[in-house]
């Protein structure tokens, strides 16, 4: 049996149980509120040092647990075998391109944002950050609108784990002030994502 241990205001969270979700795969799930400091206890530090969610516990072998921290880590494990990592060694390469990129170029500059206004908020001094990381933003959001204007999807022009992974704090862009008016093409993309036979929402309140 699997454990998720997950925040559900958490994108990167929402990737994983998205993943399962299509993949039908049961599983138990471990809310850890950020907030609360849950992920910086003693027991959860010993599962994962790095001290954040998500975190897949899964066996590896009788009476043999192990820990697999990383989103795109998880997505990537999950996926092996399925119709969301392709086989071929082009496409597996392109699959992780934008993993990276979502993680470098992308997640500090949308779910930061977020982050910083659902969870600080708008008095807090990190708005003074706001400026840049939106900025970067929409350089990232322009790359991705540059390749969907030629593509439905990321990779082999199909629904993999890399548009899963993109998805996951785009369709919640908003919620940091970003405006995804000027991206068309991404925009129509976020809509595909989202009529996927056995998709599922980010938060019971969507």
């Known amino acids: 049996m699997l ?25 138990t799930r471990v809310e850890l509120d950020l907030d609360k400091g849950e992920t910086r206890t003693h027991a959860f530090l010993a599962k994962n040092p790095n001290g954040r969610i ?3 516990e899964l066996e590896d072998g009788p009476g ?6 990383e989103s795109n880590a998880i997505l990537y494990y999950l996926a092996d075998g ?13 699959v992780m391109q934008w993993l990276f990129f979502e993680q470098y170029s992308h997640e500090p500059y949308v779910a930061t944002p977020r982050w910083i206004i659902r969870h600080m908020g708008r008095n807090h001094p990190r708005m003074a950050e706001m400026p840049e990381r939106l900025e970067k933003g929409r350089a990232a959001f322009a790359v991705m609108e540059q390749h969907l204007q030629r593509n439905d999807f990321f990779v082999a022009n199909r629904y993999t784990i890399a548009d899963i992974a993109l998805y996951a704090y785009t369709h919640r862009a908003h919620e940091g002030d970003h405006d995804l008016a000027p991206y068309p093409a991404l925009r129509n993309w976020l809509d595909r994502v989202a009529t996927q036979p056995g998709h599922i929402k980010m938060l019971p309140t969507d």
């Not at 043999?64 to 921290?69: A, F, G």
């Not at 399925?82 to 392109?94: C, D, E, F, N």
């Open 3 to 27: 454990t998720l241990y997950d925040y559900l205001d958490s994108g990167n969270g929402y990737k994983c149980r998205l993943l399962l979700a299509l993949l039908k795969t049961p599983y």
């Open 54 to 56: 998500p975190a897949l």
């Open 64 to 69: 043999n647990t192990v820990v697999l921290p």
């Open 82 to 94: 399925s119709a969301y990592l392709p086989q071929s060694r082009l496409a597996r390469a392109q």
